[in-house]
T-cell receptor, first 115, second 118 residues
Framework: AQSVAQPEDQVKVAEGNPLTVKCTYS??????LFWYVQYPNRGLQFLLK??????LVKGSYGFEAEFNKSQTSFHLKKPSALVSDSALYFC?????????????FGTGTRLLVSP | NAGVTQTPKFRVLKTGQSMTLLCAQD?????MYWYRQDPGMGLRLIHY???????AKGEVPDGYNVSRLKKQNFLLGLESAAPSQTSVYFC?????????????????FGDGTRLSIL
């Protein structure tokens, strides 16, 4: 069964510093990977996805993610963090066994960006 | 264009009461989903629908029922609420993602319903 793991419950970084939120995955076939962000009292918002092609995927709000097949990782990155990036981040993998876009989510990582 | 709208936003129930959560989307999406979000557990799929008139069980369907009588609406029902169903419930929708380049379209989420069962 497909799964994703987010090993860090919380990541703290100072504004202006680079940030990385980690995600590793386990799939039986080709991985279809996603990152979502959740701000307080809001639903999840799509940031970016990896389906195929370049290992570096660019998304919304200056975020990017690096796909690494050998390490089965899909880490979310941003060169310079903003206080407004503080939120809950979810990695997700598409469950290809069901034949449609059922997503399996990680447990989330809370990003705290200090001024 | 409101996207995905969930009603109500908050609700407190007593054990044994019933209620229905409504999700409406105005993006003409084929697929709709109901999730619950609990601390430390991420999002878990309750039920989903691949089109009007069709529904299917997700990861944690027990204690819930759903209906998709109209393409734009997806209802989640709790027939006899239990404290274990205290959670934040999210509805989402997406394009038909099983065909060609439309595959793997992102899901669009509502802002959630916060449900407490006493």
């Amino acid at each position: 069964a497909q799964s994703v793991a987010q090993p860090e419950d919380q990541v703290k970084v100072a504004e202006g510093n680079p940030l990385t939120v980690k995600c590793t995955y386990s799939v039986s076939g080709n991985p279809y990977l996603f990152w979502y962000v959740q701000y307080p009292n809001r639903g999840l918002q799509f940031l970016l996805k990896y389906i195929t092609g370049d290992n570096l995927v660019k998304g919304s709000y200056g975020f990017e993610a690096e796909f690494n097949k050998s390490q089965t990782s899909f880490h979310l990155k941003k060169p310079s963090a903003l206080v407004s990036d503080s939120a809950l981040y979810f990695c997700a993998v598409r469950d290809t066994n069901t034949g449609f876009q059922k997503l399996v989510f990680g447990t989330g990582t809370r990003l705290l960006v200090s001024p | 264009n409101a996207g995905v709208t969930q009603t109500p936003k908050f609700r407190v129930l007593k054990t044994g009461q019933s209620m229905t959560l409504l999700c409406a989307q105005d993006m003409n999406h084929e697929y709709m989903y109901w999730y619950r979000q609990d601390p430390g557990m991420g999002l878990r799929l309750i039920h989903y629908s691949v089109g009007e008139g069709t529904t299917a069980k997700g990861e944690v369907p027990d204690g819930y029922n759903v209906s998709r009588l109209k393409k734009q609406n997806f209802l989640l029902g709790l027939e006899s609420a239990a404290p274990s169903q205290t959670s934040v419930y999210f509805c989402a929708s997406s394009y038909n993602s099983n065909i060609g380049t439309s595959s793997n379209q992102p899901q669009h989420f509502g802002d959630g319903t916060r449900l407490s069962i006493l």
